[in-house]
Protein backbone atom coordinates (compact mmCIF):
# COMPACT_ATOMS: atom_id res chain seq x y z
CA UNK A 1 0.00 0.00 0.00
CA UNK A 2 1.39 3.39 -0.70
CA UNK A 3 1.98 5.59 1.91
CA UNK A 4 -0.91 8.10 1.92
CA UNK A 5 -3.07 6.08 0.16
CA UNK A 6 -5.10 4.69 3.26
CA UNK A 7 -6.37 8.46 3.51
CA UNK A 8 -8.09 8.65 0.61
CA UNK A 9 -9.85 5.07 0.22
CA UNK A 10 -10.96 6.22 3.58
CA UNK A 11 -12.64 9.18 1.90
CA UNK A 12 -15.83 7.94 -0.07
CA UNK A 13 -16.53 10.33 -2.76
CA UNK A 14 -20.06 10.56 -0.58
CA UNK A 15 -18.38 12.21 2.05
CA UNK A 16 -19.10 15.78 2.97
CA UNK A 17 -15.94 17.37 1.39
CA UNK A 18 -14.75 18.74 -1.93
CA UNK A 19 -12.46 16.85 -4.52
CA UNK A 20 -9.33 19.50 -4.88
CA UNK A 21 -10.55 18.79 -9.04
CA UNK A 22 -13.92 20.07 -8.73
CA UNK A 23 -14.39 23.72 -8.42
CA UNK A 24 -16.64 23.89 -5.06
CA UNK A 25 -13.40 24.58 -2.77
CA UNK A 26 -14.88 26.40 0.35
CA UNK A 27 -15.29 29.84 0.55
CA UNK A 28 -13.94 31.46 4.17
CA UNK A 29 -16.25 34.63 5.49
CA UNK A 30 -14.67 37.97 4.55
CA UNK A 31 -14.17 37.89 8.91
CA UNK A 32 -11.86 35.18 8.25
CA UNK A 33 -8.99 36.48 6.16
CA UNK A 34 -5.46 34.95 5.45
CA UNK A 35 -3.96 36.33 8.58
CA UNK A 36 -6.51 34.39 10.93
CA UNK A 37 -5.76 30.98 9.56
CA UNK A 38 -2.85 30.23 11.21
CA UNK A 39 -2.19 27.00 12.97
CA UNK A 40 -0.24 26.36 15.89
CA UNK A 41 1.78 22.85 16.50
CA UNK A 42 -0.58 22.13 19.34
CA UNK A 43 -4.06 22.94 17.34
CA UNK A 44 -2.60 20.85 13.89
CA UNK A 45 -1.36 18.06 16.48
CA UNK A 46 -5.13 17.96 18.00
CA UNK A 47 -6.36 18.31 14.56
CA UNK A 48 -4.44 14.67 13.16
CA UNK A 49 -5.21 12.63 16.28
CA UNK A 50 -9.35 13.95 15.87
CA UNK A 51 -8.73 12.84 12.16
CA UNK A 52 -7.50 9.19 13.23
CA UNK A 53 -10.38 8.99 15.67
CA UNK A 54 -13.33 10.36 14.38
CA UNK A 55 -15.46 8.64 11.71
CA UNK A 56 -14.47 10.57 8.32
CA UNK A 57 -17.50 9.20 6.96
CA UNK A 58 -20.16 11.28 9.62
CA UNK A 59 -22.42 13.78 8.57
CA UNK A 60 -21.31 16.04 11.14
CA UNK A 61 -17.43 15.13 10.35
CA UNK A 62 -16.43 19.04 11.14
CA UNK A 63 -18.23 19.53 14.08
CA UNK A 64 -17.01 16.50 15.47
CA UNK A 65 -13.27 17.93 14.28
CA UNK A 66 -14.12 21.32 15.49
CA UNK A 67 -15.37 20.44 19.11
CA UNK A 68 -11.56 18.73 18.98
CA UNK A 69 -9.87 21.77 17.99
CA UNK A 70 -12.35 24.58 19.40
CA UNK A 71 -10.24 27.76 18.95
CA UNK A 72 -10.73 27.28 15.30
CA UNK A 73 -14.30 27.89 13.10
CA UNK A 74 -16.18 25.42 11.32
CA UNK A 75 -14.72 27.43 8.18
CA UNK A 76 -11.24 27.03 9.16
CA UNK A 77 -11.57 23.28 10.52
CA UNK A 78 -12.85 22.39 6.13
CA UNK A 79 -9.97 24.79 4.96
CA UNK A 80 -7.56 22.77 6.90
CA UNK A 81 -9.01 19.88 5.89
CA UNK A 82 -9.40 20.63 2.00
CA UNK A 83 -6.13 21.25 1.99
CA UNK A 84 -4.17 18.02 4.18
CA UNK A 85 -6.49 16.16 1.06
CA UNK A 86 -4.82 18.19 -1.54
CA UNK A 87 -1.68 17.81 -0.12
CA UNK A 88 -2.37 13.92 0.41
CA UNK A 89 -3.23 13.66 -3.26
CA UNK A 90 -0.18 15.63 -4.42
CA UNK A 91 2.15 13.45 -2.79
CA UNK A 92 0.32 10.21 -3.92
CA UNK A 93 0.61 11.78 -7.86
CA UNK A 94 3.99 12.01 -7.46
CA UNK A 95 3.61 16.16 -7.72
CA UNK A 96 5.69 16.81 -3.91
CA UNK A 97 7.93 14.04 -3.11
CA UNK A 98 7.27 12.22 -0.04
CA UNK A 99 8.61 14.13 2.91
CA UNK A 100 11.48 12.49 4.75
CA UNK A 101 11.39 13.02 8.47
CA UNK A 102 14.40 12.81 10.07
CA UNK A 103 14.79 9.14 11.62
CA UNK A 104 17.14 9.82 14.52
CA UNK A 105 16.16 9.96 17.77
CA UNK A 106 14.72 13.27 19.49
CA UNK A 107 14.24 13.65 22.93
CA UNK A 108 11.16 15.18 23.79
CA UNK A 109 10.43 16.85 27.21
CA UNK A 110 7.26 15.41 28.63
CA UNK A 111 6.39 18.85 30.72
CA UNK A 112 7.34 21.87 29.22
CA UNK A 113 8.08 23.74 32.18
CA UNK A 114 10.81 21.22 33.57
CA UNK A 115 13.07 21.86 36.20
CA UNK A 116 16.73 21.49 35.62
CA UNK A 117 17.70 17.71 36.91
CA UNK A 118 18.22 18.01 40.65
CA UNK A 119 21.29 16.24 41.77
CA UNK A 120 20.27 13.34 44.33
CA UNK A 121 20.75 14.76 48.01
CA UNK A 122 23.03 12.45 50.52
CA UNK A 123 20.79 9.58 52.77
CA UNK A 124 21.14 10.67 56.40
CA UNK A 125 22.00 7.90 59.22
CA UNK A 126 18.28 8.05 60.11
CA UNK A 127 17.49 7.07 56.70
CA UNK A 128 19.84 4.41 56.36
CA UNK A 129 18.43 2.92 59.63
CA UNK A 130 15.39 2.96 58.30
CA UNK A 131 16.49 1.38 55.07
CA UNK A 132 18.37 -1.65 57.07
CA UNK A 133 15.32 -1.92 58.82
CA UNK A 134 12.99 -2.45 56.03
CA UNK A 135 15.73 -4.59 53.90
CA UNK A 136 15.42 -7.15 57.28
CA UNK A 137 11.37 -6.94 57.33
CA UNK A 138 10.60 -6.70 53.34
CA UNK A 139 13.43 -8.57 51.87
CA UNK A 140 16.05 -7.39 49.11
CA UNK A 141 14.14 -6.28 46.47
CA UNK A 142 10.86 -5.10 47.72
CA UNK A 143 11.68 -1.59 47.52
CA UNK A 144 8.57 -0.33 47.39
CA UNK A 145 7.46 -1.76 50.63
CA UNK A 146 10.22 -0.28 51.78
CA UNK A 147 10.09 2.94 51.08
CA UNK A 148 6.32 3.09 51.82
CA UNK A 149 6.56 1.55 55.46
CA UNK A 150 9.92 2.35 56.49
CA UNK A 151 11.96 5.19 54.60
CA UNK A 152 8.63 7.44 53.44
CA UNK A 153 11.22 10.39 52.86
CA UNK A 154 12.57 8.35 49.90
CA UNK A 155 10.51 7.13 46.71
CA UNK A 156 11.27 3.18 45.25
CA UNK A 157 13.56 4.46 42.51
CA UNK A 158 15.25 5.82 45.30
CA UNK A 159 15.65 3.40 47.54
CA UNK A 160 16.27 1.17 45.23
CA UNK A 161 19.55 2.72 43.79
CA UNK A 162 20.58 3.28 47.75
CA UNK A 163 20.34 -0.52 48.05
CA UNK A 164 22.40 -1.16 44.80
CA UNK A 165 25.42 1.03 46.30
CA UNK A 166 25.31 -0.42 49.70
CA UNK A 167 24.89 -3.92 48.13
CA UNK A 168 28.10 -2.84 46.33
CA UNK A 169 30.29 -1.02 49.31
CA UNK A 170 29.44 -4.47 50.94
CA UNK A 171 30.46 -6.50 48.16
CA UNK A 172 33.56 -4.43 48.04
CA UNK A 173 34.31 -3.93 51.56
CA UNK A 174 34.40 -7.97 51.73
CA UNK A 175 37.14 -8.54 48.84
CA UNK A 176 39.47 -6.09 49.96
CA UNK A 177 39.06 -7.91 53.57
CA UNK A 178 39.94 -10.93 51.82
CA UNK A 179 42.85 -8.94 50.15
CA UNK A 180 44.56 -7.17 53.38
CA UNK A 181 44.04 -11.67 54.64
CA UNK A 182 45.88 -12.57 51.89
CA UNK A 183 43.53 -14.52 49.77
CA UNK A 184 43.43 -14.20 46.20
CA UNK A 185 40.41 -12.34 44.95
CA UNK A 186 40.94 -12.95 41.42
CA UNK A 187 38.14 -15.10 40.18
CA UNK A 188 37.32 -14.71 36.31
CA UNK A 189 35.03 -16.46 35.26
CA UNK A 190 34.95 -18.03 31.04
Same mark, same amino acid.
Given at each position: ??????????? $??????????? $???????????? !??????????????????? %????????????????? @??????????? @? @????? #?EKIEMGIIPIPEYNTTTTHVKSNPISQPRKK??????????????????? !??????? #????? %? %??????? %?? $????? *?? +?? +????? @??????? !?????? *???
Amino acid at each position: MEPYSYFSRAL $SPSLPYPSPSS $SASFQLPPQLGE !GSDQWTFEENKRFEIALSE %VDLGAPDLFENLQSRVP @EKTIWQIKKHF @E @ELFED #IEKIEMGIIPIPEYNTTTTHVKSNPISQPRKKGTTWTDEEHQLFLEGLQKY !GKGDWKS #IARHC %V %VSRNPTQ %VA $SHAQK *YF +LR +LRNSA @ESQQNAD !GECSTS *YKL
